[in-house]
Structure formats: structure tokens, C-alpha cells
């Protein structure tokens, strides 16, 4: 075979022309960047997606942008071939997801009012129609379907074959037979990739090389942790009666999906514990290939989902079908520029959904590299929230077991990922089991969510949608916190020291806020871009002219890290990721400041260490800084202590506290103390899509200082476009017994104008509350428009009655805070 014609340079090579390879090398190519090359290692389609079973569905999500991306792909596959001539084998049958247990059935419902908000034409309909649309299913133990009438099957390979002729004749390049062995970089930028038929220099490289895109990608240093897994589906012989036009069925509560292929039935499997394949690496001629199926593993499975359409036992087995598919350890693609590199973008590990978000997830890609930041929120799969680690041989194969077995399983609120536990422990972990902790994975370590009283009896994890049996201790902890003292280990949060003569400098261009005021005090701020959306949500502490303390969340980490690292240029400022240096304990609540003045000889009293200071201050044996600042809404302190002076810190706190009543409190009662505060969470309920005005947050932002800030003028545009049309807005339920938790659609006036991103339970408040995003539908949202509207909240199809306030309904003058 002759040598291809490769170019010496390019302006983005894309690797792997799977369906996601070929879908972002078309949308670039539409979005005017021609010059794209796509490099093959064998031939398009021949890893995973050859072998997809072309599932299309809009159904099931709870995240905007997954549902969004579904929507884009349907359409996409319905009209390309109008484009390019080449059919993608969409074909609008219909899809129908059963539930047979009362969990599902809550689940489905609350998923549906959600996917109908994001423009899905998703209808609860009766076992009968269930029936009536699947006549070979049985029946009789279905509570409910969900049925897309649009949504239905594509054939993956023409689909990827319809994006690559596409992309051709918008101009770009697309070559098989060329592997790409490594990516060349200089000074921490991509610079090209190399071939066997020598060097592409690139500005841009997008790895999309599927299940090889972690190996491809640790060969320069970039940590993409995706695994493949055994993938089943098994395909019967002919099934009398069965026409290509049946819509494809559901229930994840047999394991199992049906569609008809061939004349026969097609039943897909996604098992509750599942077998990771090759965690050592793939083999580099792994081409349209298949693994040996597993009968015994998968024989109870297969079982279960052949008794949903119980023909299928009686026709014969044509074949069962293994192909590897990859996974990733909290089930959502890794997805964005990579942090180790600039310019090194990945779009991998799609978790089974590869070929129903594939074209959406092309268009995301392509507007991220071509404007520099992506136009949906990333939040939730930006390759920046999974850590190094995760990508060892035996995270990977211990964590994925569990992941495919995810797909199907009742999506709980509080789950947390019951595989590859323990892997950070913060330096009161023994400390915390002691007294009763119950810990939950928070990015890796292990948080204390909530606490067993000692005498208490103990209490499994029960999951359901309703209230759990420590209710009642969490409600403790939160009545500590507001009425008494708590103690909190949040060591997991990001913490990093920046230091040089023009550390504040730099801050300060990054902040929104003064953060260069005066020395010992902390400035809470947001971090935006040049659109001025939100980048960060975090704090940074003034320890002195040349010294400052940077503290995020757990899964802003690298984000934070990455942003700042990137805007260092030549100046004299340093940044040490100091997260495992120091433990961090809060104190919180109005008694706060007696147990901690019992510790310490500093002077705490309100004139002396007022709000906002920060201190290095004397603790028992230990010294350890200081900082006055809540984030719960109560007169606190956060403590960062040498990690080996944490635990002596700890003991004096929990003596000293026990005269007061100290009780220990987790992060279930955090999050119910900071949205009665109406407090926001990073990448729960703002994001990268919000402005900082529309998040509320203009409080926090300084348009007088006079160097201004990245993103100045976009707010300044925002500002000047008048009152705002969408914002953030605190909703409370006033019935006390429903629960919130995510997604559920809020109303004004009967029309729905947002969705929960966010919630707990106000156990001050007396309901269940939350933060919604409000879309005013072209009427100014302030409070007026808030009072003289009916609001209500819908809950698995019930509506209920709720108060919607701009200001916090827990203390918002902040009296308690500055007491
Ligand atoms: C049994 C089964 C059923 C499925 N059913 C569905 C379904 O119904 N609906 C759905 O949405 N999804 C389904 N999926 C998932 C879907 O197939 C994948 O998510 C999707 O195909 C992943 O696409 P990709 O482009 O990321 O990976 P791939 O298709 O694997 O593409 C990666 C490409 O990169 C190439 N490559 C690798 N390394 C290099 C290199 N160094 N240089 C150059 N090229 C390289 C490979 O040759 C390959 O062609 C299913 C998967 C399986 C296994």
C-alpha cells in the first residue's frame, strides 16, 4: 500500500475515526476550519463503533447538556443524508422504557417532567399501550412506559460514514491506515503528532481514540482514565412477527433493551457487575474485533431479560455478541482540553452512549476549540474533574466493575460509588469513624456525610426517594450548627499557596473581586472568562503582600489550578498545590467562637478578629490560620492545620467542646445549612454557562478596580443590556414533607420557567429548598415579578406550592454571620 499524503502541518488533527472523530472533525469543518486531518489507525469505525446497536434516545437524562446533545444528535442523523447522500439508518420508530418497581416508576416520572422542560415529547403511558406498541412484551408486572414517539435506532456505521463524507466535502482530511504513536509538545503546548509516516505538525490535537485514548494519552503525560468492558448483546433468530418499524424497548429492571435486527430480536445487556477488559492496554490491532462471550457470567443476566419478551427463549440463539465499550469511573465522558497540556483536547470514554449523543457531543468539541470555551455547561464531564490516580490499573479495574452495571440500575439521590473506596483518607478519618461517621466518595477521599450518634442504633444505607433513616440525625446536625457549634473536616478541599512579588497582582486580574485589599483577610470571589461566565466560584486569603491562599472545592481542583497556571505568563508569582499539607476544620455556629477562644490565646472577640480576618492563631501545641468565614451562614472559623498537627488540634476542639455541646456534623448538613443561605456550589448549581450577574453574584464582583478583571467587559455589556431576564432564584417548598433533590421543574403561574439545580432540606425553613435558574421569558425577574407570581414545583408529576425569593430566606440581612 502506497505511503498516505500526509500533511506536513495542519491546523487540528483528529485522532480515531470512531463516531466521535468523525462528528467533530464535520463540525469543525462547518464551523470554518478547514484544515482539519483526521488520522485513522485502521479503518474508520473499527474500534467500538462498528458493533454499537445504534440505540437512539432523548430519554433519561437529568443534566441539560446530555439531553441537549441527544436532541442535536437525533436531528443531526435525521438530516444529513439530505447533506451528503449517505444515509445514517435513523429510523424514528419510537422508544418505550418500562418501569416494574415503584422507585423506577419515581424516577421515570421525575426524569420525563424534566426531559418535556428540555423539549422531549416524553409521554407516561399505560401497560395496555405498552402492549399495543410491543406486543411480543410481557406485560403484566409493568406499573408505567415512557415512550418517545421520535426517538428510535440509527446504524452507527452510516452514521459515522455520513459525518466523514460530510466532513470532506466541507474540506477536511480524513486518512486510514495512519496510527499516531505519540503527540509531540513543547513547553507545556501541543505542537504536532507523529505517525509511521513521520511528523503532522498541529496547533490543535483531539484525542478520540476510544478505549486506546488513555494509553495514547500517557505517552505524553495526559491522564485519561477510561477502561473498556465486556459489552453484550445477543441476536435471535427470526421472530415471527417482529418488523424492523416495532420501537425499540426498555427495562433496565431485567437488564435488558429489545429491538428487532434481521427479522430476530436484538436484546441488549448492561449487567449489574460487569467484567473490565484488558486493563493492561488494548492491543494496537485490535481491529473490528470481539471478545469470546461469557456464558456463565452472563447467563442469569440473559435469563432475566429474555422472560421481558418471553418468545425469545422459545426461537434459538443466532449470537451472542461481546464487543469492548469504555467506561469511565462516575459513568460521564472525559471530555475537554487536557490539564497537563494546552491545546491536547479529548473526547473519550462515552459509557455506551457514544452513538445517541455523538453528533451533540461534536458540536460541543468543535465550538469549545474554535471560540476557546465551550457553549453548554462542561461542568459535569470536563476531563479536569478526575484526578490522576484514577487512571492505575487497579482503580480502573476495580472501579469499572461498577460503572456499566450503573447504566441500569435505579438512579438514587445520595448514592455514592460503593468501588475503589478509600483510596484519601484526611488525617481525622479514624478520628471521624469513631464517632460515627458515615462517609461518602467526595473526588476520591473519604467525606464524612453524616453521623451516627453514639447509641444510636445503627442504620444501613437504605436508597430510596424518600426520607432516610438518619432524617432525624442530620436534622441534629443542623440544628447544632444553628443553634450551638458544629465541627466539619472539609480537608478535601483544593488548597494552593501563591506567592511572588506579583501574585496579587495576577489574582486580582483573575478575581472579580478585590482580592489585593489589605493583608490578613479573605475575599470571596468568582473567576470568569472573557464572556464573563463563571470559571470559579472560590476564596482567596491576603496572608501578606506576597502570599496568598487559594481555596476551591474538591472537584474544582485542576480547574482552578489549570486556570491560573495558564495566566502566570513570566511574572513572579509560583503556585503550590498545598491540599495535603494542611487539614481543614470548620467550626461553625453561634458558640463557635467560645469553644475556639478555649483553645487559643488569641483574641477572638468581634472588634479583634472581625469577619473576614484571617490569622495565623496558637491551637493547643499547634498554630495553624485562622480564617473568620462561614459557609453555612453562621458566626464561624475555618481552620487550615499542618496535616500532622490536625489531629492534636482536633482532640483540644472536641474536649474544649464538650461543655458546649459540640457535635460533628457531615455534608448532608452542609448542604441543607448553605442553601437555606442560598450559598452556590460550583458545578451543582452555577456554572460555566452562568453569567456572575445572573448567578447573583454581582455583590461579589468590583467594577472600580482599577486594573479590572478578565471578563470586566462582558459584565459591563451585560450590565448595559438593562434589568436581567434570567436569574438565580431561592425556591422553598412550603408543604414540609415532599423532598427535592435535582431537576424538578419549577412553575410560575402554571408555565414552567426553570428547573432545581440544586437542593436539600431547610430545616430552619420548614421545606425543602432549592436553587433554580429562572427564565423570565423577556420580563424582568426582581423580587416584584417573584411576589406577584403563583410558584409551585413539580414532584414526579404532583405539583406543590413554594416561595421563590431573590435575597436568602435564612438571615439575610447576615446578622448572625457578623455577630
Ligand atoms: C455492544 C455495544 C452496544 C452499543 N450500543 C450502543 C447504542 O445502542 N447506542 C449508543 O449510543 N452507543 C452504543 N454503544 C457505545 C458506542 O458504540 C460507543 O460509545 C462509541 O462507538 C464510541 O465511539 P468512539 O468514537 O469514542 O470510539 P471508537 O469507535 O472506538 O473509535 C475510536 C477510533 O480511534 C482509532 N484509534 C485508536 N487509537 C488510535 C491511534 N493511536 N491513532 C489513530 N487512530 C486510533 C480506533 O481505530 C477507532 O476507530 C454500544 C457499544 C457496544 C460495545
Redesign the pocket.
Known sequence: MPAPALPTHTRVVV???????TSIAYHLAHLGWKDVTL????R??????W?????MVTFGSTSETSTEMRKYTRDLYGRLEAETGQDTGFRPVGFIEVACDHDRLEEYRRVSAFNRHCGVDVQEISPRQVKELFPLARTEDVLAGFYVKEDGRAN?VDASMALAKGARMQGARILEG???TGVTHKRGVVTGVDTPFGHVGADVVVN?????ARQ?GARSGVSIPNQAAE???LITEKVPGLLPSHPVLEDPGSYGYFREEVGGLMI?LFEARCAPWNVGGIPDDF?FGEIPPDWDRMGPYLEKAMSRVPISLEVGVKKL?C???SFTPDLQPIVGEAPELKNYFVA?G?N???????GGLGRVMAHWIVNGRPDVDVTGFNIDRLQVYQSNPEYRRTRTVESLGMVYQCHYPYRSMQTARGAKHSALHERLAAQGARFKDVSGWEGADWFLPKGAAPQGEVLSWKRQPWFDHWREEHRAAREGVILMDMSFMAKFLVQGRDAGRILNQLSSNDVDGPAGQITYTQWLNEGGTLEADLTVTKLDDERYWVVASDTAHRHVETWMRRRLGDAHAFVTDVTSGYAQLNVQGPKSRALLQAVTSADLSNDAFPFRAAREVDLGFARALCVRITYLGELGYELYIPTEQAVHVYDRLVAAGAPLGLRHAGLKALASLRLEKGYRDYGHDIDNTDSVLEAGLGFAVDLKKPDGFIGKEAVLALKARGPLRRRLVQVLLTDPDPLLFHAEIVRRDQKAVGYVRAASYGFTLGGAVGLAMIDGGGEVIDQAHLDSGTWEVEIANRRYPARASLKPLYDPEMKRIKS
Open positions: 485522532i480515531g475515526g470512531g463516531i466521535i472523530g488520522l485513522e489507525r485502521s474508520l469505525t473499527s474500534g467500538t463503533t458493533h454499537a446497536a445504534g440505540l452507527p495512519v496510527p499516531v478520540c481514540a476510544g478505549m486506546w495514547l459489552h453484550y448483546y441488549g481491529s455478541f464487543g469492548p465499550e473519550a462515552l455506551s452512549i457514544g452513538i445517541l449523543t455523538g
